[in-house]
């Protein structure tokens, strides 16, 4: 594969953790640092001095016998002022070559895999820019319309990301669905390398009869209502019935449970859609049951999100003593997190709660509960066909033990009323392009850390690498690692040598399709706009839910 002539990676970064290396600071085996030109264009070497070294001012003539010799002075004068300038011109053109080559990198997806893969190419290559394509009008991925409201503290990586998208080598492009508006072999085609950091859009199916009915939803779509993703602003769930199951047991179940079970008043002052909110206002859900296929020691979700859902006001736990027999002595032998997580369930269902949390529950009009054990089969009808009316559950036993244990059926069934189902069993990222491998089954693109798999030039980072599990420092660990990959590849002379066209090229087929994308400044009138709503009401930003909407107030 050709190098010579193509570009070069910085030694920067490359070869260390990448995620580690602060400011000015080189992996192992780098070089001190230098602070003039000379600097940079030994990092854009990779350390390869060579014909630099020849010509530099250091070049030792005082010692030789040439000068020695009186009849030789004045030739070897003008000879040095001649290597000198040669020098100066050398580093001169080397780095108009340097500044006119830069990296054109294009990134897919603006959620925390598409800002931190950004983020690792523009701090480690300093003459990267870095285009990000987003489908929504607005960035940030999950962080906007996944986060729980009543997390804000988990929000505050928007910091991080809207300092990398104002970087003058950084530019937000939304409104872009890629592999509609444009096709992977045409990014492929204007950019250096590019990264599909695109999550995971899709929410697993149960595959049971009745899923298709009215009142049963994805998690997926529950969490982008009240989290104002425009597909999902119509999803108006009716909460008139009493009792709701979520099935699964992760971290987005918990969410779910813990917005339907808040009162609504704790949520006021949070980023939560007004329109959610005057549902939930109205919601006459008393009892959300959370059903887990397997058993205590199998729980996805952790243990801040279980004390948040033990300490919520109004509500009282309901935990089955019988489903933690014999736990005590098997959670010796667990890691310390599933140790700690499992006894808090083991105290919560055995204990009685202490003072304050017996205060606290004694007049709770509110509860929520595990159920263990029990596996999805059917979605029961209403007498009239019409909605979801329960839920029948197949019993199950483990075979094998701790994480890797798996759950069959026992032959039982146990029936649930609920008026309201909601499926949590995880999210499912799609396939993009017909250009770019895909598998099915696990649902990522197939790589190696971050490299596509026969696919030279194209990454991934984030869910759609490594399935949808993980939260924001695992996806930026990963987003990291591919950052630090593509560099490598670039080093080793991998990547198409010469100019690409980058945003120029795609600009010019976007508008031939009557595509206009929005740029960060648009997001930032937007943010504006929903921060100035918010105020009134005491919320950090009441969400603006209608791109037809947006496009209006950006005067398109
Ligand atoms: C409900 C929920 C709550 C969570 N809460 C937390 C939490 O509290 N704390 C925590 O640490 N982690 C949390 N996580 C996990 C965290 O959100 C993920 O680790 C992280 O968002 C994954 O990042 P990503 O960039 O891979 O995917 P995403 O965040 O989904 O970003 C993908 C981006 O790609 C865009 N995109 C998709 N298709 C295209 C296309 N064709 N063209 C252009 N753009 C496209 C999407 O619009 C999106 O903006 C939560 C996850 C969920 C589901
Ligand atoms: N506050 C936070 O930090 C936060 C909030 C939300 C999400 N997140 C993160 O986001 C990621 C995704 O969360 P998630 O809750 O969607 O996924 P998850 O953690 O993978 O949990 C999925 C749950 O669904 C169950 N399940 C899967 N397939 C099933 C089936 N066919 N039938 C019955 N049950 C099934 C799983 O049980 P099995 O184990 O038996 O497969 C598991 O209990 C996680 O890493 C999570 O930690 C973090």
Same mark, same amino acid.
């Given at each position: 594969?050709?190098?010579?002539g193509?570009?070069?990676?910085?030694?920067?970064?490359?070869?260390?953790?990448?995620?580690?290396?602060?400011?000015?600071?080189? $992996?192992? =085996? +780098?070089?001190?640092?230098?602070?003039?030109?000379?600097?940079?264009?030994?990092?854009?070497?990779?350390?390869?001095?060579?014909p630099?070294?020849?010509?530099?001012e250091?070049?030792?003539?005082e010692?030789?016998?040439?000068?020695?010799?009186?009849?030789?002075?004045?030739?070897?004068?003008?000879?040095?002022?001649?290597?000198?300038l $040669?020098?100066?011109?050398?580093?001169?053109?080397?780095?108009?070559?340097?500044?006119e080559?830069?990296?054109?990198?294009?990134v897919? =997806?603006?959620?925390?895999?598409g800002f931190?893969?950004?983020?690792?190419?523009?701090?480690?290559?300093?003459?990267?820019?870095?285009?990000?394509?987003?489908?929504?009008?607005v960035?940030?991925g999950?962080?906007?319309?996944?986060?729980a409201?009543?997390?804000?503290e988990?929000?505050?990586?928007?910091?991080?990301?809207?300092?990398? +998208?104002?970087?003058?080598?950084c530019?937000?492009? =939304?409104?872009?669905?890629?592999?509609?508006?444009?096709?992977?072999?045409?990014l492929?085609?204007?950019?250096?390398?590019?990264?599909?950091?695109?999550g995971?859009?899709?929410?697993?199916?149960?595959?049971?009869?009745g899923?298709?009915?009215?009142?049963?939803?994805?998690?997926?779509a529950?969490?982008?209502?009240?989290?104002g993703?425009?597909?999902?602003?119509?999803?108006?769930?009716?909460?008139?019935?009493?009792?709701?199951?979520?099935?699964?047991?992760?971290?987005?179940?918990?969410?779910?449970?813990?917005?339907?079970?808040?009162? !609504?008043?704790?949520?006021?002052?949070?980023?939560?859609?007004?329109?959610?909110?005057?549902?939930l206002?109205?919601?006459?859900?008393?009892?959300?049951?959370?059903?887990g296929?397997?058993?205590?020691?199998?729980?996805?979700?952790?243990?801040k999100?279980?004390?948040?859902?033990?300490?919520l006001?109004?509500?009282?736990?309901?935990?089955?003593?019988?489903?933690?027999?014999?736990?005590?002595?098997?959670?010796?032998?667990? !890691?310390?997190?599933?140790?700690?997580l499992?006894?808090?369930?083991?105290?919560?269902?055995?204990?009685?709660?202490?003072?304050?949390d017996?205060?606290?529950?004694? &007049?709770?009009?509110? +509860?929520?509960?595990?159920?263990?054990?029990?596996?999805?089969?059917?979605?029961?009808?209403? &007498?009239?066909?019409?909605?979801?009316a329960?839920?029948?559950? +197949?019993?199950?036993?483990?075979?094998?033990?701790?994480?890797?244990?798996?759950?069959?059926?026992?032959?039982?069934?146990?029936?649930?009323?609920c008026g309201?189902?909601?499926?949590?069993?995880?999210?499912?990222?799609?396939?993009?392009?017909?250009?770019?491998?895909?598998?099915?089954?696990l649902?990522?693109?197939?790589?190696?850390?971050?490299?596509?798999?026969?696919?030279?030039?194209?990454?991934?980072?984030?869910w759609?690498?490594?399935?949808?599990?993980?939260?924001?420092?695992?996806?930026?660990?990963?987003?990291?690692?591919?950052?630090?990959?593509?560099?490598?590849?670039?080093?080793?002379?991998?990547?198409p040598?010469?100019?690409?066209?980058?945003?120029?090229?795609?600009?010019?087929?976007?508008?031939?399709?009557?595509?206009? &994308?929005?740029?960060?400044?648009?997001?930032?009138?937007l943010?504006?706009?929903?921060?100035?709503?918010?105020?009134?009401a005491?919320?950090?930003?009441?969400?603006?839910?209608?791109?037809q909407?947006?496009?209006?107030?950006?005067?398109?």
């Amino acid at each position: 594969m050709a190098a010579r002539g193509g570009l070069r990676a910085p030694s920067v970064g490359v070869g260390g953790t990448g995620a580690g290396l602060e400011r000015g600071e080189r $992996g192992p =085996g +780098a070089r001190p640092e230098r602070s003039s030109h000379a600097d940079e264009i030994g990092v854009v070497y990779g350390g390869r001095r060579g014909p630099v070294r020849a010509l530099d001012e250091d070049t030792d003539f005082e010692g030789s016998d040439e000068v020695r010799d009186p009849a030789n002075a004045k030739a070897l004068r003008k000879k040095r002022r001649r290597v000198q300038l $040669g020098v100066k011109l050398g580093k001169l053109h080397l780095l108009t070559l340097l500044l006119e080559q830069h990296l054109q990198i294009c990134v897919v =997806g603006s959620g925390p895999a598409g800002f931190y893969t950004a983020q690792h190419l523009l701090k480690h290559h300093p003459q990267a820019h870095v285009d990000i394509y987003e489908k929504q009008l607005v960035p940030f991925g999950l962080v906007r319309f996944g986060v729980a409201p009543d997390h804000p503290e988990v929000k505050n990586v928007i910091n991080t990301f809207t300092q990398t +998208a104002r970087s003058a080598r950084c530019a937000f492009r =939304g409104n872009v669905v890629v592999g509609r508006d444009v096709a992977v072999p045409e990014l492929r085609a204007a950019y250096h390398a590019v990264v599909l950091s695109y999550g995971a859009e899709d929410h697993r199916a149960l595959e049971i009869p009745g899923e298709e009915l009215p009142g049963v939803f994805s998690a997926r779509a529950f969490v982008g209502w009240y989290n104002g993703l425009p597909e999902n602003r119509e999803l108006a769930p009716d909460l008139s019935c009493d009792t709701a199951v979520i099935l699964g047991q992760g971290n987005v179940a918990l969410d779910v449970a813990r917005i339907l079970l808040t009162p !609504p008043e704790h949520l006021e002052k949070t980023d939560i859609t007004e329109a959610a909110l005057g549902v939930l206002r109205q919601s006459r859900v008393k009892t959300v049951w959370i059903v887990g296929r397997r058993g205590p020691l199998q729980v996805a979700f952790t243990i801040k999100e279980l004390r948040e859902m033990i300490q919520l006001p109004g509500t009282r736990p309901i935990l089955d003593p019988a489903d933690f027999l014999g736990l005590q002595d098997r959670i010796k032998e667990v !890691p310390r997190p599933r140790k700690r997580l499992t006894e808090l369930l083991l105290r919560t269902a055995t204990e009685k709660p202490g003072t304050e949390d017996a205060a606290r529950q004694a &007049p709770a009009s509110r +509860a929520w509960g595990l159920r263990f054990f029990r596996s999805p089969q059917q979605v029961l009808p209403s &007498p009239d066909g019409r909605r979801a009316a329960g839920i029948r559950l +197949a019993v199950t036993r483990l075979e094998g033990v701790g994480e890797a244990a798996r759950a069959v059926p026992t032959g039982d069934t146990e029936d649930l009323p609920c008026g309201l189902v909601l499926s949590s069993v995880g999210y499912k990222s799609r396939p993009i392009d017909p250009s770019v491998p895909f598998d099915p089954k696990l649902g990522v693109i197939p790589n190696m850390e971050g490299r596509v798999v026969d696919v030279p030039g194209l990454y991934c980072s984030g869910w759609v690498k490594r399935g949808p599990t993980g939260v924001i420092a695992t996806t930026m660990t990963d987003s990291f690692l591919t950052g630090q990959m593509l560099l490598q590849d670039l080093k080793a002379g991998l990547l198409p040598p010469g100019p690409r066209p980058g945003y120029a090229a795609i600009e010019a087929l976007l508008s031939s399709r009557g595509v206009r &994308p929005v740029s960060f400044s648009d997001w930032e009138k937007l943010d504006a706009e929903e921060v100035s709503r918010g105020k009134g009401a005491g919320k950090p930003r009441e969400k603006l839910l209608d791109p037809q909407e947006m496009l209006g107030l950006l005067g398109r």
